[in-house]
């Protein structure tokens, strides 16, 4: 059994999400809440672990550190671990971890089951959770302004040179855009909902922080104006819990996100890989993955007059009939960047049972339904 330190940040109204992390890791991974009163004392190792480290990353150079300086610290830990080519002992304590023992807060749960709620109330078709990545610290770090006014696009470099951790600085916007590198921009996530044939009247939640652009979001309202987000569908008094708590409102945009009819990403960030592996443990929930690379190459087409309405939405169609998160099992890749990210395709080890031999780790024979996110 491995022995590791679980930090205690949390306060006392979370103590059961604690207690349910510890039980539910209990016969893998023993967790406490406080350091032990001589390693207390000590003096934390702060390390960051090399990205699409293998086990024996972790075997032969951390626990050396961990038995000379008996405490530990991870300063990163996104992408630290392979997508493939582990133990299955390791892959299916990773599910376990993920889609068990991490789970929201009883308030944050009931909120984002109300809004769920409210959502499916706001009309006779079924609602669309739109992950609109338009904002500003991410339009800054890709370099992206596409439809974005000069002062505009000045403001997002003047950003990016301003956070030293960003490494690229010189960035061609259009470039980019046609490399499929950018986030959809509001028009061009209207034209592709529109072109697959959804109706202009349907509910669509943002599932993002607030959209980059004085006229950004209202090209999005032209197509569909049934638009709503954390803030338009709570009360003050409900959001009151949340104030100025960003994890806390992406924790409600997760919910929303997790139980919509379909969700849509308009860039590949981690929320949005996670989001896709989730519903995917939900029963395959229709997850619509847009091509952007031809998808914005299209539009310009449609802009330009090259192409007619109907060739555009026949063509989006043909696009994405085989991108709406049905079963696959995860593709492998020349690097293990390139691969299918695990938490985007947890597939095969965290939904269909494997012949192996016993670990103590139970299997997954049928689809999870746990909510998964971070501890808030």
């Keep these: ?28 991974v023993l967790v406490v809440k406080e350091l ?13 672990p090399l990205s699409w480290s293998k086990g024996s990353f972790y075997k032969k150079r951390v626990l050396p550190l961990l038995k000379d300086h008996g405490v530990f610290y991870f300063s990163h830990t996104n992408s630290r671990l392979v997508n493939n080519g582990l133990p299955l002992s390791l892959q ?12 929201f807060t009883k308030p944050i749960e009931k909120l984002g089951s109300e809004l769920v709620s409210r959502m499916k109330s706001k009309g ?14 991410m339009l800054a770090f890709t370099g992206c302004s596409h439809g974005l006014s000069l002062e505009e696009a000045k403001d997002l470099e003047t950003m990016r040179y301003s956070v030293q951790i960003w490494k690229e600085k010189d960035i061609d916007s259009e470039a980019r855009r046609l490399e499929g590198g950018c986030p959809l921009t509001p028009r061009e996530a209207a034209l592709l909902l529109k072109g697959l044939g959804f109706p202009e009247t349907t509910p669509i939640y943002i599932a993002a922080g607030p959209i980059y652009g004085n006229n950004s979001l209202s090209a999005l309202l032209n197509y569909f104006p049934n638009i709503f ?12 819990l949340l104030h100025r708590l960003q994890n806390r409102l992406a924790a409600l945009d997760y919910i929303v996100a997790l139980q919509s009819d379909v969700f849509v990403h308009t860039f590949d960030g981690n929320m949005a890989k996670t989001l896709r592996g989730h519903r995917r443990l939900e029963g395959h929930r229709k997850t ?23 060739a555009f939405a026949e063509e989006v169609q ?3 009939k085989n991108r ?13 960047s390139s691969e299918e990210n695990f938490y985007a395709n947890p597939s095969p080890e965290c939904i269909c049972p494997i012949n192996s031999s016993p670990s103590s780790t139970p299997y997954f024979y049928r689809f999870l339904s746990n909510l998964f996110d971070t501890l808030i």
Aim: hydrophobic letters at 35%; one cysteine or more; proline letters at 4%.
């Design 229 to 240: 987000t954390h803030y338009t569908l709570a009360t003050q008094s409900e959001l009151q």
């Design 124 to 137: 006779d078709h079924n609602f669309i959770a739109l992950h609109l990545r338009y904002e500003k610290d």
């Design 288 to 310: 619509i993955s847009p091509d952007r690379k031809n998808l914005v190459r299209l539009v310009d087409a449609l802009d330009k007059t090259e192409i007619t309405w109907d």
């Design 1 to 28: 059994m491995q022995h590791w330190w679980y930090h205690n940040w949390i306060t006392a109204p979370f103590g059961q999400i604690q207690d349910h992390f510890i039980n539910t890791l209990q016969h893998d």
């Design 324 to 336: 709406f998160g049905s079963p696959s099992l995860r593709l492998r890749g020349k690097s293990p």
């Design 318 to 320: 043909q696009l994405h």
């Design 92 to 103: 299916k304590l990773r599910c376990l971890a993920c889609y068990s023992a991490l789970k």
């Design 36 to 48: 032990p009163s001589k390693l207390a004392e000590q003096q934390a190792l702060w390390r960051e």
